[in-house]
């Protein structure tokens, strides 16, 4: 299909590791991002992979990226109720902007 | 401080009633966007322009117009607004949308929520 897929709801308790997973349509696309959308808030780009990349690590963050499969994940770790927010997977494919999943809102319970 | 700043930041109105949603961003950047926000159907791209005066449609442009005569303005125009045009609207910016020096970052705005009765 043609649309960036995540799944809606992630609900995981204080301490624990979150996995949000994508997966993305195009494999010539050469950047892939993760937003962070806090309530009420705008979105505010929290990491990017670039497609030459297998993995990048930004302190408790760690972001997967799998082309043959087009599947990218973002792990949090020790997650946090400040972590409590909607996070947004998105591909840059070639000549067109920027294309966003649906969002996965994550749920920390304490 | 480097910003994308929205206004109006709610609005109620009713059909029909002409309104314009105001962006501005103080980053020279040469890349903006309009966004509406649904729940259950994410992010999904108005219309969106790579420069002054250079305006493509998205992915729902339907009921909206934009213009771009100056870079740090990018007004979203309802002419006529329905009620399925109450959502929250994001703008954002970025420095280019492809080539030497991008990273893709796009800053957004803080959102307008407008509700059309």
């Known amino acids: 299909g043609e649309d960036v897929e995540q799944s809606l709801f992630l609900s995981v308790r204080e301490g624990d590791s979150s996995v949000i997973n994508c997966t993305y349509t195009?494999?010539?696309?050469?950047?892939l991002y993760w937003y962070k959308q806090e309530p009420g808030a705008g979105l505010q780009l929290l990491t990017y992979i670039f497609s030459n990349m297998d993995m990048k690590q930004d302190q408790r963050l760690t972001v997967l990226l799998n082309k043959k499969d087009k599947h990218l994940s973002l792990r949090i770790a020790d997650t946090q109720t400040g972590d409590s927010a909607i996070y947004f997977c998105a591909e840059k494919r070639r000549n067109t902007p920027l294309v966003f999943g649906k969002g996965t809102r994550l749920s920390v319970i304490a | 401080e480097a910003q994308v700043t929205q206004n109006p930041r709610y609005l109620i109105t009713v059909t029909g009633k002409k309104l314009t949603v105001t962006c501005s961003q103080n980053?020279?950047?040469?890349?903006m966007s309009w966004y509406r926000q649904d729940p259950g159907l994410g992010l999904r791209q108005i219309y969106y322009?790579?420069?002054?005066?250079?305006?493509d449609k998205g992915d729902v442009p339907e009921g909206y117009k934009v213009s771009r005569k100056e870079k740090r303005n990018f007004p979203l125009i309802l002419e006529s607004p329905s009620p399925n045009q109450t959502s929250l609207y994001f703008c954002?910016?970025?420095?280019?949308?492809?080539?030497?020096?991008?990273?893709?970052?796009?800053?957004f705005g803080e959102g307008s929520r407008l509700t059309v009765l």
């Open positions: 322009s790579m420069n002054v005066e250079v305006t």
């Open positions: 980053m020279n950047h040469e890349y």
């Open positions: 954002a910016s970025s420095f280019r949308s492809s080539g030497q020096g991008y990273t893709g970052e796009l800053f």
């Open positions: 195009d494999s010539s696309s050469t950047y």
